[in-house]
């Protein structure tokens, strides 16, 4: 995630041996930098982008306020109890402002909709909406939304996929997704070992880590305890969507507008391309999302 430039704005995906060899539905070269992944995209991009397929150029991801970025809530103290029995009638679950937002977390009826209409697995999406409630109270005026979000995690590492895993009833994924090591090689920055190995297991170089894709001095800065179980573990989409978030929406950017979204991706990963990808799968699915609810 943030960091030097990378030497290429494209570079091959990490070997099998670090990842999954993703398969991408546009390109076969993966755009990479040291703020973002070396993965791409994971098995199944395809089967999504079948069903997603846009006919025209994609728009810019929606606003919390509007239709397709609207997140229907239950209380979050009672958020996994409720997505157990399902226990709240549908007019406990208001679609929130920022002021509803503060102790909102996604309906299990909603994240059930929205995750089969767009294919993005349910436990990410809970992860990605989850962040987009932190920010509508934390700053308003960035106007990040889930979609957003969703199209980062899904050209990073598959929504959490990308090493054979998944996202597990915890957060974390059941594989660790490390990238590719920095070593100036493959189109990446050359960027030695800042942690000890601490989060990507290498003592000699950095790596991206984790379904948002982090490295290790990005992580130090960023990171977040999202689900307040006292760690800050980019292992864990909870804590890594809110991370990503806030790391978007810094320096007052506004994501629904032109200008504010392009630069905080670009500041994730310094490729055009990557942002054309983000932005395809963003389009999709705050399209299927509105179509569904």
């Given at each position: 995630?943030?960091?030097?430039?990378?030497?290429?704005?494209?570079?091959?995906?990490?070997?099998?041996?670090?990842?999954?060899?993703?398969?991408?539905?546009?390109?076969?070269?993966?755009?990479?930098?040291?703020?973002?992944?070396?993965?791409?995209?994971?098995?199944?991009?395809?089967?999504?982008?079948?069903?997603?397929?846009?006919?025209?150029?994609?728009?810019?991801?929606?606003?919390?306020?509007?239709?397709?970025?609207?997140?229907?809530?239950?209380?979050?103290?009672?958020?996994?109890?409720?997505?157990?029995?399902?226990?709240?009638?549908?007019?406990?679950?208001?679609?929130?402002?920022?002021?509803?937002?503060?102790?909102?977390?996604?309906?299990?009826?909603?994240?059930?909709?929205?995750?089969e209409a767009t294919g993005?697995?349910?436990?990410?999406?809970?992860?990605?909406?989850?962040?987009?409630?932190?920010?509508?109270?934390?700053?308003?005026?960035?106007?990040?939304?889930?979609?957003?979000?969703?199209?980062?995690?899904?050209?990073?590492?598959?929504?959490?996929?990308?090493?054979?895993?998944?996202?597990?009833?915890?957060?974390?994924?059941?594989?660790?997704v490390i990238g590719i090591?920095?070593?100036?090689?493959?189109?990446?920055?050359?960027?030695?070992?800042?942690?000890?190995?601490?989060?990507?297991?290498?003592?000699?170089?950095?790596?991206?880590?984790?379904?948002?894709?982090?490295?290790?001095?990005?992580?130090?800065?960023?990171?977040?305890?999202?689900?307040?179980?006292?760690?800050?573990?980019?292992?864990?989409?909870?804590?890594?969507?809110?991370?990503?978030?806030?790391?978007?929406?810094?320096?007052?950017?506004?994501?629904t507008s032109d200008s504010?979204?392009?630069?905080?991706?670009?500041?994730?990963?310094?490729?055009?391309?990557?942002?054309?990808?983000?932005?395809?799968?963003?389009?999709?699915?705050?399209?299927?999302?509105?179509?569904?609810?």
């Amino acid at each position: 995630m943030s960091g030097s430039p990378v030497t290429g704005s494209e570079a091959p995906p990490a070997s099998p041996a670090e990842a999954s060899q993703p398969a991408r539905w546009k390109r076969v070269a993966v755009a990479t930098a040291a703020v973002a992944s070396t993965l791409g995209v994971a098995a199944g991009v395809a089967a999504v982008a079948g069903t997603l397929q846009p006919h025209r150029a994609p728009e810019l991801p929606p606003g919390p306020g509007d239709a397709a970025g609207s997140i229907d809530t239950v209380p979050a103290a009672t958020g996994s109890a409720q997505a157990q029995d399902g226990a709240l009638a549908a007019d406990d679950r208001p679609s929130p402002d920022s002021e509803r937002a503060v102790g909102a977390a996604p309906s299990p009826e909603w994240l059930d909709t929205v995750s089969e209409a767009t294919g993005t697995p349910r436990r990410a999406l809970e992860g990605y909406a989850g962040a987009q409630l932190s920010l509508m109270r934390e700053q308003p005026d960035c106007r990040i939304s889930w979609p957003t979000l969703a199209g980062i995690g899904q050209v990073e590492s598959g929504h959490g996929t990308a090493a054979g895993g998944e996202v597990g009833d915890d957060g974390r994924t059941t594989e660790q997704v490390i990238g590719i090591p920095l070593d100036g090689s493959r189109g990446t920055a050359e960027i030695a070992d800042t942690d000890g190995g601490a989060l990507d297991g290498d003592g000699t170089w950095d790596r991206a880590v984790g379904p948002m894709q982090f490295i290790p001095t990005t992580w130090d800065e960023w990171g977040a305890d999202a689900d307040s179980d006292g760690e800050a573990d980019p292992h864990d989409i909870d804590d890594a969507a809110l991370a990503a978030a806030r790391y978007l929406c810094a320096d007052g950017r506004d994501l629904t507008s032109d200008s504010g979204w392009w630069e905080a991706i670009l500041t994730y990963n310094e490729s055009r391309s990557y942002g054309d990808d983000v932005l395809d799968f963003a389009d999709r699915y705050a399209r299927a999302a509105d179509d569904a609810v």
